[in-house]
């Protein structure tokens, strides 16, 4: 049987590709340090034969028994606010972390790929973003230890390929949503989601005119899956094309609501990128994939899973 590690699989996106393998008839062993994540995602998979859950920090050296196939290295903080309370250890898991699972890969001469993301563009100057444009990132800035530590990712996980010969693969994952989001994590949809759910106003910060483009879990998982099983070494994005404001998110999720709702403007946080979109002409030829999801179905399923969660998920402010 073939087995798959997914570090972070106690995530958002890492229980979902938990679900995926499982029903694809993979052995799983999920690895994660629940720094960001929660039991309560892999919950169901905890009595399958097929899975396996490690409590692990990936920083620290990791050991796995018996043959591995695929690597799905996903552990990382994700949302702006996570990786700004832990920075450190937001570099450090990009980097000691990807280490440890590339030197994993090579003694188990495993397929790796590795979660890298949009935010390798920064703050773009080129519009949309494909994968030949170099980024606009500053190295310096609060949110450089989520940047800088997914480019360094990339840059150590392209020298084990050409260095070591080792079969990699990377995703660069525009913006993705959906269920199993932490209501409080702070990324967009799932805090307008509890902003509705508790009848308080909307937080858009700057004017709201910043752009994003959001692909649903279930278009990215696809993505994902299909790039693992191509021969593909070079980065490709997978995300939503579909750009929007995040002042007209705010005024279609009103709209989903059938609610009046009120805006309350804070200040842009720093080096909050002005415009993202994927440019996905590479996955659409080489993996035959584009998204299928429309913002508003997605927005939906999501909002659905959240109103089913316990009423004091709604108030949880810390994780
Ligand atoms: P998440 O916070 O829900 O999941 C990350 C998981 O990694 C958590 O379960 C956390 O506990 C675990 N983790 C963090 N550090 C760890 C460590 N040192 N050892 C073991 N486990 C650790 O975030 P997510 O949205 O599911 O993101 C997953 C991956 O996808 C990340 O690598 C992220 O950078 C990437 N990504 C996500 C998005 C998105 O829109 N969701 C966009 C771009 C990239
Ligand atoms: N944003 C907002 N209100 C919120 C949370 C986020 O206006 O309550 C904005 C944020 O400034 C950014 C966009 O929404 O411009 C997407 O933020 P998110 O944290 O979801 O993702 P990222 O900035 O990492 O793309």
């Known amino acids: 049987m073939r087995k798959v590690l997914i570090t972070g699989g106690a995530g958002f996106l890492g229980s979902h590709l938990c679900d995926k393998f499982i029903d694809e008839g993979y052995h799983v062993i999920c690895m994660d340090n629940l720094i960001t994540g929660d039991q309560s ?7 399958h034969e097929r899975f396996q859950f490690i409590y692990h920090d990936v920083t620290e050296f990791v050991s796995i028994e018996g043959d591995l196939d695929y690597i ?13 309370k832990i920075p450190i250890q937001t570099l450090k898991v990009g980097s000691l972390g990807t280490h440890n699972l590339l030197g994993l890969a090579k003694a188990k001469n495993a397929c790796i790929l590795i979660a890298s993301t949009s935010e390798v563009y920064g703050d773009p100057l080129e519009h949309p973003q494909s994968e030949e ?6 190295v310096i800035g609060p949110r450089g230890v989520y940047d800088e530590a997914k480019r360094f990712q990339e840059s150590i996980t392209m020298a084990y390929n050409r ?5 990699t693969r990377i995703v660069r994952i525009f913006n993705t949503y959906g269920p199993r989001m932490r209501l409080n994590d702070g990324r967009v ?34 993505g994902i899956y299909r790039l693992l099983f191509s021969s593909y070494e070079l980065p490709v994005n997978i995300g939503n094309p579909k750009e929007i404001t995040i002042i007209d998110l ?11 709702i009120k805006f309350n403007f804070k200040d842009l946080p720093k080096d909050d990128p002005l415009q993202r979109q994927p440019d ?12 299928a999801v429309d913002r508003a179905e997605g927005i939906e399923k999501t909002i659905n899973y959240f109103m089913n969660l316990p009423k004091e998920a709604l108030y949880k402010t810390e994780h």
Not at 163 to 167: I, T
Not at 192 to 214: A, V
């Open 280 to 291: 996905i002409s590479l996955a659409k030829k080489l993996l035959n994939w584009e998204p």
């Open 250 to 260: 705010a005024k279609e999720m009103e709209k989903l609501s059938s609610q009046s």
């Open 72 to 84: 799905l290295h996903f552990a990382s903080p994700a949302s702006p606010i996570d990786y700004l």
């Open 41 to 47: 995602n892999i919950e169901h998979l905890l009595s």
């Open 163 to 167: 260095f070591h010969g080792l079969q």
């Open 133 to 138: 444009y170099y980024g606009n990132v500053n």
């Open 189 to 222: 949809i799932p805090a307008f989601i509890g902003q509705i759910l508790r009848g308080e106003p909307l937080t858009i910060f700057g004017d709201g005119k910043q752009t994003r483009s959001f692909c649903y879990i279930d278009d990215q998982i696809e």
